[in-house]
């Protein structure tokens, strides 16, 4: 292993790349990784750097973002097969139809779709930032909000909007057991429950503090003496540990007990072994239809201002 991580590095400054790592992937590729963040951070990261290659650790429309923001830079995956059950539930041409069936709305969609998606949204949001931009918009506005129902009525719930909601969810996010969690409470009384916005509505009830990954973290760094029972993917708990050694980070257990339903299968794909592959290679490599990308960086770049 060492080996390998040695070759990485040798590669990548061979080649002039910098890792961007989600805070969802393996704990290996996040400690080789340049920059670990949240989706809002991996796209600014990669608006601003200045490598010839991406590495983009983490699924495919984290990859197609950054390609979209930087056309002119090589943009790897360490595996294509890496997708999103939140992307995939929102075809684009199922989505564009619903957005023609209702003229006069505002688009706002998640940063989990595809480009195609995004290239007839107007604003992209990530979790990290759709309160901010739903609030900037006037009270009265007609928005669709896409594709995640739960992230959706998250928002409606804590802004009074009623926005319309495209009926898509994550499969990780939606197998969170609510009674494993009362029972977890019951066991751990003093614990603070952590869940990320796309969960449902019944375990968002249940939790302490709702964010995304990168705000669900820093309130564990402000606060580490406390215990943490944490419903979201549980890779998020690899930099928790790291930076909160002496806290009790408890993963949430999903409905299922005999699956690692709480690990998406996708984050997990990526390797280290795929990543040294993908820099030696420089393949797979993302490419985004020239037409598309052209209307989709526009609401991308326009959530990277309202967030700046
Ligand atoms: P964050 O935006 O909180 O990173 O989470 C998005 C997500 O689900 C990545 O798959
Ligand atoms: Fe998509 Fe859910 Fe995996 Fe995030 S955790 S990449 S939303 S399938």
Request: overall charge negative.
């Amino acid at each position: 292993m060492n080996n390998l991580i040695e070759a990485i590095k040798q590669l990548k400054k061979e080649k002039n790349a910098i890792i961007l790592g989600h805070y969802y992937q393996k704990g290996e590729i996040q400690d080789i990784a340049d920059y670990v963040g949240d989706s809002l951070a991996l796209a600014q990261w990669a608006a601003k750097t200045e490598a010839d290659i991406i590495v983009m650790c983490g699924v495919h429309f984290m990859g197609e973002t950054a390609k979209v923001l930087c056309p002119n830079k090589k943009v790897l995956v360490p595996d294509m097969a890496a997708g999103c059950s939140l992307a995939d539930s929102c075809p684009a041409d199922k989505f564009s139809q619903f957005v023609k069936e209702h003229p006069g709305y505002t688009v706002i969609s998640y940063v989990n779709t595809t480009a195609a998606v995004k290239a007839v949204t107007d604003v992209v949001v990530t979790s990290t930032n759709a309160k901010q931009i739903v609030e900037s918009f006037p009270k009265d506005e007609k928005i669709i909000f896409g594709p995640d129902r739960n992230l959706g009525n998250y928002i409606n719930s804590i802004t009074g909007r009623n926005m319309l909601l495209w009926d898509g969810a994550c499969h990780v996010h939606e197998q969170f057991s609510v009674e494993k969690i009362v029972e977890l409470k019951a066991q751990h009384p003093d614990a603070v429950v952590l869940a990320h916005p796309e969960c449902k509505s019944v375990v968002l009830k249940l939790a302490d503090v709702v964010g995304s990954t990168a705000a669900l973290l820093k309130y564990a760094v402000n606060h580490p003496e406390k215990e943490y029972i944490v419903a979201t993917e549980s890779g998020i708990l690899h930099e928790m540990q790291k930076k909160c050694p002496q806290t009790t980070f408890i993963p949430a257990p999903p409905n299922d007990s005999t699956c690692a339903c709480n690990e998406c299968s996708f984050m997990r794909l990526n390797t280290l072994e795929k990543l040294y592959n993908c820099l030696k290679d420089e393949s797979p490599e993302i490419t985004v239809d020239p037409e598309i990308a052209e209307k989709a960086v526009k609401p991308i770049k326009r959530m990277l201002e309202i967030s700046a």
